[in-house]
């Protein structure tokens, strides 16, 4: 196969190349890039959804770490005015470089699915810039990213996203659009910032820090896993039934946890 010859897929990389034509056609459909816009694609690999990208006339910057593809985007893709070649790691660019309009920025990669969830926390730091972002994930963390509170899938990840984004689980892709097909089924997610927050916490690093603390053991009600950070009675003044387990809470009770600790630690 023309792939093998030219380049060998890398697991260390999570290199799972698309070469489903009506696949990559739906997510180009999804993303409906048009010109004049900023994109930035994560993970380019041999430029499955790149070409596309590029047709729209969009001005594209791709962020790739596999030295090896570098040649071969560039060699396909390097006439192009509208295309800029960034070798290095995702987790480590700086998107700010690229646009200084609010929400402006439009992300998309077919990501590896080793680096998906710190990638995502990555860009959340940057959502004040971003407009939206469309990924291929594992479809299992697409679910968590959809969760609604009450179920399994409902977490640290779920409720993170969702306090920065409006989540849409968009389609399911099988293995067999992959070369070579991954073990686990996919999904395409659009994530999109919100404009104004619909739960502002006081300080969104107490957000981050209760969640991470009711998640670290989820069977426990949230008097037992919130211990060290707020008491029965802060709970309570939060409007929180103590003895729920954390995956019971929706995000706004969890911001009010947030907001109280917040208001304990600047009376404290
Ligand atoms: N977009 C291509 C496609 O759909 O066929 C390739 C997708 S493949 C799942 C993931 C790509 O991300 C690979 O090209 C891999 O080399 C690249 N990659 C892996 N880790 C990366 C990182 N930390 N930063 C940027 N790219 C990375």
Redesign the pocket.
Known sequence: MTEHYQHRA?KR??????HDAGVIHRILRAIHAREGERLV??????????EGLLGSGAQLDV????LD?IPILQGKFGQQANFRLNQ????KFDFRQLSDAPHSLRVV?????N?STPLIFHLLEHTGLIRDMHF?LQKEVVERLAAEPGGGDWGRLSIMVQYHCRVEHLFNVGPGAFNPPPKVDSAIVRLVPHEVLPHPARDHRLLEKVVREAFNQRRKTLRNTLKGLLDSGAIAAAGVDGSLRPEQLDLAAFVRLADRLAEQTSAG
């Open positions: 890398r990389f999570g290199q799972n190349f698309l694609e994560i993970g380019p690999g041999q430029g499955a959804l790149t962020v790739e770490l596999d593809l290095g790691d995702a987790l990669g077919n990501l590896p699915y680096i291929m």
